[in-house]
């Protein structure tokens, strides 16, 4: 009899193991699905919200921490490239492109507000100005030859505006510097690849 109450306890005792150990497993596999329908909601609000469906790009795109929210400010990365094309950022420049940000809705407290705040404190990655080349090529290619041009206008008219800001020396001169020129030329690039 004691066999077979030890043989009980020990069966008793493994079951008890075996269900713990599978509510574990279980538990675990709970929250990689739902990591992986969190993730899969996030690439859909991004992409809805910056109208882009190529998966490489969205992966870009949430590499650098960019939601729904924030990628609007994805928008004012040639701005801010053009802003700091020099290595430093005039107090017109910074102005041109908070009027810009305005333009487009972006409260100074939201979260691409408090995104754009950062890139006017200090420069941003280069990877972001990588990451936008991505997106711009992404969208132009979901966009027919008519938005194509408008988009490209309006972005580098916007662009232009930022590096013509600082102006020349007292008023004289080219508005715009040799660094900014290069950045004109290099987000206008994007456009025809």
């Keep these: 009899m004691a066999d077979s109450n030890r043989d009980e306890i020990l069966g008793d005792r493994r079951r008890a193991l075996e269900e713990e150990f599978f509510a ?33 790009v969205l992966d870009h795109l949430v590499k650098l921490g960019l939601d729904a929210e924030t990628v609007i400010a994805l928008g004012l990365v040639p701005l801010i490239d053009v802003a ?27 979260p691409a507000g408090l995104l754009l705040a950062s ?35 309006d972005l580098l008219g916007r662009a232009r505006e930022v590096a013509e800001a600082a102006g020349g020396f007292l008023g004289l001169g080219s508005k715009v510097s040799s660094h900014e020129q290069e950045e004109l030329a290099r987000l206008e690039a994007a456009f025809e690849a």
């Design 24 to 56: 574990r497993e279980n538990q675990k596999l709970r929250q990689q699905l739902r990591a992986r329908m969190e993730s899969q909601a996030h690439r859909e609000g991004l992409a809805k919200a910056s109208g882009i469906s190529h998966p490489e």
């Design 119 to 153: 890139w006017l404190s200090a420069p941003p990655p280069p990877k972001l100005s990588e990451v936008w080349i991505d997106y711009v090529r992404a969208l132009c290619r979901e966009l027919d030859p008519k938005e194509r041009t408008e988009l490209r206008d």
């Design 84 to 110: 700091w094309a020099d290595g430093k950022m005039a107090d017109r420049e910074r102005l041109a492109v908070l009027s810009a940000a305005r333009q487009k809705g972006i409260d100074d407290a939201s």
